[in-house]
């Protein structure tokens, strides 16, 4: 059985900053990327930002220079560090974590934290 949960989202101003935390347990024999979608009402997910095991990351244009990806190896948590938050990012935050065991690559997603940034 395997976790993903996600936290930190919330209500903040434009202009304003929030963290969002993804924690994965369970029987994951090796996780490769982790990282987060987010999703607007009536839309497909986007992919936010991701990053792989050895540190590499990317990013959606639309967050560069303001969200910064990080993890924490030993923890298996991804975390999401948002600023100069503007009321387009209002969406539903997913993470998502990727681990593979016999040859198989999996993509686990969390439950989803709603972001509301307000004008």
């Known amino acids: 059985q395997v976790q993903v949960v996600e936290s930190g989202g919330g209500l903040v101003q434009a202009g304003g900053s929030l963290r969002l935390s993804c924690a994965a347990s369970?029987?994951?024999?090796?996780?490769?990327?982790m990282g987060w979608y987010r999703q607007f009402p009536g839309k497909q997910r986007e992919l936010v930002a991701g990053?792989?095991?050895?540190?590499?990351?990317n990013y959606a244009n639309s967050v560069k220079g303001r969200f910064t990806i990080s993890r924490d190896n030993a923890k298996n948590t991804v975390y999401l560090q948002m600023n100069s938050l503007k009321p387009e990012d209002t969406a539903v935050y997913y993470c998502?974590?990727?681990?593979?065991?016999?040859?198989?690559?999996?993509?686990?997603w969390g439950q989803g934290t709603q972001v509301t940034v307000s004008s």
């Open positions: 998502y974590t990727d681990g593979s065991g016999a040859g198989l690559m999996v993509r686990y």
């Open positions: 369970g029987s994951i024999p090796s996780i490769n990327a």
């Open positions: 990053i792989i095991s050895g540190g590499r990351t």
